[in-house]
Structures are given as structure tokens and as C-alpha cells.
């Protein structure tokens, strides 16, 4: 996953740090190919790599808790205690779209 991290941190780029170009990108994959990045990994990342420009459209997941969410610590701190007892009933599932 450090790859696919890596990737994003530079071409989206950070307030301290700006957005690299592709060329820039695959150069320092390059180069940190068998150091930061297994080689393996760098290589099968070059190849699904999309050209520059190239927009990648994902739908957006629709998870829907079976019941209203609670928030707060009280009940995250009830949540984990339910789940140390072994009771599920609190546990929520993200409903997937199928």
C-alpha cells in the first residue's frame, strides 16, 4: 500500500509540497525501485497507470448503517465493551451496494 500512497501524495501533492508530473513520478519509482518500493510492486504500479490527464471515475459507495449511527465516545466506549462480552447486536454492517 506505501506505493499507491506514495503515488497519491505526489500527484495530488500536500501544503508543503506541491503536485508532481507524471514523468517526475515515474522517475522517482524509478529510482527508489528495489529501496522504498519492491521492484515487483513499482513495476505492476507503471503498468496500470493511467496516461497523464486521464480521469478514472469510481462510483461512490452507498453504505447505509442498518439503524441511525451513534457518535460520541459513551458509545463507542459501550460499542467496545459489547464486543469484548461477545455481543454483536452493536456492531453495524455497511450495507454494500450488490
Not at 507503471?46 to 496516461?51: C, D, F, K, L
Amino acid at each position: 500500500m506505501s506505493i499507491v500512497d506514495a503515488f497519491d501524495v505526489m500527484r495530488t501533492g500536500r501544503p508543503y509540497q506541491p503536485a508532481r508530473s507524471y514523468d517526475w513520478i515515474l522517475g522517482e519509482l524509478q529510482r527508489e525501485s528495489g529501496g522504498q518500493f519492491d521492484p515487483e510492486l513499482v513495476a505492476a504500479l507503471i503498468a496500470v497507470m493511467p496516461a497523464e490527464g486521464t480521469t478514472i471515475q469510481v462510483p461512490a459507495l452507498d453504505i447505509q448503517p442498518e439503524r441511525r449511527a451513534v457518535v460520541g465516545r459513551r458509545q463507542n466506549d459501550a460499542a467496545i465493551a459489547a464486543w469484548f462480552r461477545g455481543d454483536t447486536s452493536v456492531i453495524r454492517t455497511p450495507i454494500l451496494p450488490g
